[in-house]
Antibody, heavy 119, light 106 residues
């Protein structure tokens, strides 16, 4: 059964860059999309973007100018970079495996990483 | 961008109750609609994909229906472990937006 384990810095100052990595274990990396989703504390889910194993990505238009999602297929890793962060970027960030096709369900999730932006 | 709404935003129910949650898209999304369950402090769990297909391992008391712009998630007989927040997500277009959630509590 696939497992997603994520890590990254949990406390950032405004204007810094958020960097998170998600490792995929016990499962194929190719043949899927891989997504990032975030959830401000106490609030709902926000879709950040998705990428396939070849590096073709789609992003939320509200974040396009600041976000980059990438893959390292040699390590089965997925990465998220979000630059120029503000307090509004404080959230739990999740990576998730996304099934191919029209429905793109997020069927396996990482444990989540709380990122706090504060001066 | 497609906006997703859910109703109600919260509801109180008892074990054994039949519960229905509604999700509406701001424009046509065919059946590109998924449902997730989230419990506090835990990542969401996929329940239903393609509006009505039950994800493997999910109890059959969960069902989904709808197409176009209006969708429902039904729990036929609420169990103690079902008290959680439920989110719909459209995958018809980018960004693949979520609804605001429906909290089901006792």
């Amino acid at each position: 059964q696939v497992q997603l384990q994520q890590w990254g810095a949990g406390l950032l100052k405004p204007s810094e860059t958020l960097s998170l990595t998600c490792a995929v274990y016990s499962g194929s990396f190719s043949g899927y999309y891989w997504s990032w989703i975030r959830q401000p504390p106490g609030n709902g889910l926000e879709w950040i973007g998705e990428i396939d194993h070849s590096g073709s990505a789609n992003y939320n238009s509200s974040l396009t100018s600041r976000v980059t999602i990438s893959v390292d297929t040699s390590k089965n890793h997925l990465s998220l970079n979000l630059n120029s962060v503000t307090a509004a970027d404080t959230a739990i960030y999740f990576c998730a495996r996304t099934l191919w096709g029209s429905y793109r369900p997020l069927d396996s999730w990482g444990q989540g990483t709380l990122v706090t932006v504060s001066s | 961008d497609i906006q997703m709404t859910q109703s109600p935003s919260s509801l109180s129910a008892s074990v054994g109750d039949r519960v229905t949650i509604t999700c509406r898209a701001s424009q046509y999304i065919n059946n590109c609609l998924n449902w997730y369950q989230q419990k506090p402090g835990i990542a969401p769990k996929l329940l239903i994909y393609a509006a009505s297909s039950l994800q493997g391992g999910v109890p059959s008391r969960f069902s989904g229906s709808g197409s176009g712009t209006d969708f429902t998630l039904t729990i036929s007989s609420l169990q103690p472990e079902d008290f959680a927040t439920y989110y719909c997500q459209q995958t018809y277009s980018v960004p693949r937006s979520f609804g605001p959630g429906t909290k089901v509590d006792i």
